[in-house]
């Protein structure tokens, strides 16, 4: 029988195999898989501020407006002032960012696809089932320590 930690390991030696697979696949149509997290929340939610885009990804805000940098000297991304914060800017998806996420989209689609084929459907609803039962497990241990946390706060005042 497999330890947790062997299963965990195995876990994230396929989460890392997979994520390289689907970048290379996707920068060969011209954009990374992560700066296709930018360009495919922006093509979601529409245009909006990078401290929203910060917020939304848990990611630093230095690094979106380094991301959002890069985005738009390669045209794939504008930003306009806002209209309600003068301090503020607007970024939106343009339409060679729309077209280079879309590009990225198939071949992405393709590879999972492919990856996933070595299993059947039973296996597949397995995978789900065991996989959603462990994101539940996370979320509740988070929650845990938040509350923890909070606890601690409240009691150190």
């Known amino acids: 029988m497999k330890t947790t930690f062997e299963v965990s390991d195995k876990l994230f030696e396929l989460y890392h195999r997979v994520h390289r697979l689907v970048n290379e696949s996707m920068t060969e149509e011209g954009v990374s898989l992560a700066r296709s997290k930018f360009l495919f929340f922006l093509s979601k939610l529409g245009p909006c501020r990078s401290t929203d885009i910060a917020c939304a990804l848990n990611f630093a805000p230095r690094t979106v407006t380094e991301a959002i940098d890069g985005l738009e000297r390669d045209r794939l991304v504008m930003r306009k ?77």
């Open 81 to 157: 002032p806002d209209p309600d914060d003068r301090r503020a800017k607007i970024v939106s998806i343009t339409e060679t960012g729309r077209a280079v996420l879309q590009a990225a989209e198939h071949p992405r689609k393709q590879l999972i696809e492919e990856i996933f084929s070595a299993l059947d459907d039973e296996q597949l609803d397995q995978l789900y089932d065991i996989v959603s039962r462990l994101v539940d497990k996370t979320d509740e241990i988070r929650k845990r320590k938040e509350a923890d946390e909070e606890a601690d706060i409240a009691a150190a005042r």
